[in-house]
């Protein structure tokens, strides 16, 4: 099976819950190939507040002056990245730690003006990911990605994950997330629904802010041929094992 995994960047500040997610991963890496995607934007908020840098924001996305992608850099590539690729490898596992700007693996061009250098997926060569999960190897790909002309964008990890999971042709993306799932008007689980549904509960303003960004990004990975999206809680030990297995955990976005 080919599995694209993004953690939220929540999960990656406590020490203690990233280590063993690295166990699971490396875990799954015995039997499947695994990519991971990971965000850390609250660290890079609190990295931004420290230097005296304004976090703001504009429709969801940070608007990202040179300073502000500096310090991306130095979070995302830098601190966070080392941080899991090192619980995979204390796991036994193989972790390559990798930006979308890296051979090329993701190419992106400026979303607006306004928002400086925050980027728009162009495209996906998918290819080292190939080599690297074909030998066992697991990548963990930060949320930059490169420009034609050498540039840097901070992209969104949610976006990234489906990009990934749609030029990889996974069978499987899973969202880990620091909620159980998306919940209904009632705030209960929904434990399966299709694209269209999704979009639904957006409408209805039943999911918003992270959920509604999560939703959509999932039913376009449905409708572009991944075979199935999972929005389960991190913070679950054996979450990975128990999605692998087909366990009902979460919220499973697929066409019926």
Known sequence: MRLVVKLGGTLLDDDATRVRLGGELAE???????VVVHGGGKR???ELAERGIQSRFVNGFRVTTPETLATAVH???GEVNLELVGAIEQAGGRGVGLTGADAG????EQL??????VGKIQRVLPDLLELLTGR????????LAGGIR??????????????CGVYFRADQLVFLTDVEGVLDQDHQLIGCLEPAEAETLIERRVASGGMEAKLRASAA???????????APGARPGVVAEILSGQPVGTRISLR
């Open 28 to 34: 799954a890496a015995r039997q499947h190939q695994v």
């Open 44 to 46: 890079l908020s609190r």
């Open 75 to 77: 979070v995302l590539a």
């Open 105 to 108: 693996l993701v190419q992106a």
């Open 112 to 117: 607006t003006p306004e928002l400086g250098a």
């Open 136 to 143: 066992g190897y697991i990548p963990v790909v930060a949320c």
């Open 150 to 163: 050498g540039e840097v964008y901070n992209v969104n990890a949610d976006q990234m994950a489906v990009a």
């Open 221 to 231: 990975a449905v409708r572009q041929g991944v075979g199935l999206v999972s929005i």
